[in-house]
């Protein structure tokens, strides 16, 4: 019984290592070594959902997902405009079906420490832009459901306050890369 319980804990610790580089490698674009490689560690939102509804003048440009193995979550990065010069645009989620499980996160540092939270929306201002990108706000993409290769392009439905879905072609990208300019 001992011995299955050791062996347990080291493939759960392989598995853990493997997992917050690859978690690593996808949040921080490579820019710092933080601290937060561990997922567990944005599973909590820190305030309460906009009960704003807005407008659905959101344009998104640049589209892209960083594709990670299976194992690790995938970044979802793009420019987000408000195009309406009198309301902000309220942007509650993603969803695909490509992957099973969508959330908006926002990197953050805190004394030179970069760390990771997931936000219930995002508003962007009227006539203003956003964007999405590695050590900012970022998209994360987990469970994988097809056999997906980068390359391809995939339909991400953007949800708006007012509950309207703007679907957004999506290019699948390799985990090397950095930009929407990059393969
Ligand atoms: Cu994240």
């Known amino acids: 019984m001992k011995k299955l319980v050791l062996a347990f804990t080291i493939l759960g610790a392989t598995t853990a290592s493997l ?8 949040h921080q674009g490579g820019s710092h070594g933080g601290a937060h490689g561990n997922h567990a560690m944005h599973a909590s939102s820190e305030r309460a959902p906009s009960t704003v509804k807005g407008s659905d003048h ?3 440009q640049d589209c892209w997902i960083r594709l990670l193995p299976k194992v690790a979550p995938s970044g979802g990065f793009f420019v987000l405009h408000n195009e309406d010069k009198s309301e902000p645009v309220v ?3 993603i969803q695909t079906d490509a992957f099973g499980m969508s959330m908006l996160h926002e990197t953050t540092e805190k ?3 970069s760390a990771m939270a997931m936000v219930p929306d995002v508003t962007i201002e009227p006539g203003q832009s956003l964007s999405f990108k590695p ?3 970022h998209a994360m993409l987990e469970k994988p459901k097809a056999d997906l290769k980068a390359g391809q392009q995939i339909t991400v439905n953007f949800e708006l ?3 309207k879905k703007i679907p957004v072609q999506c290019t699948l990208k390799s985990p090397s890369a950095r930009s929407f300019s990059d393969q």
Request: aromatic share 8%; proline share 0%; charged share 15%.
């Open 111 to 113: 004394n030179g420490m």
């Open 161 to 163: 306050g007012t509950g």
């Open 58 to 60: 959101l344009r998104v």
């Open 91 to 93: 942007l509650k989620g």
């Open 19 to 26: 997992y917050s580089t690859l978690a690593l490698a996808d």
């Open 135 to 137: 050590g900012s706000y």
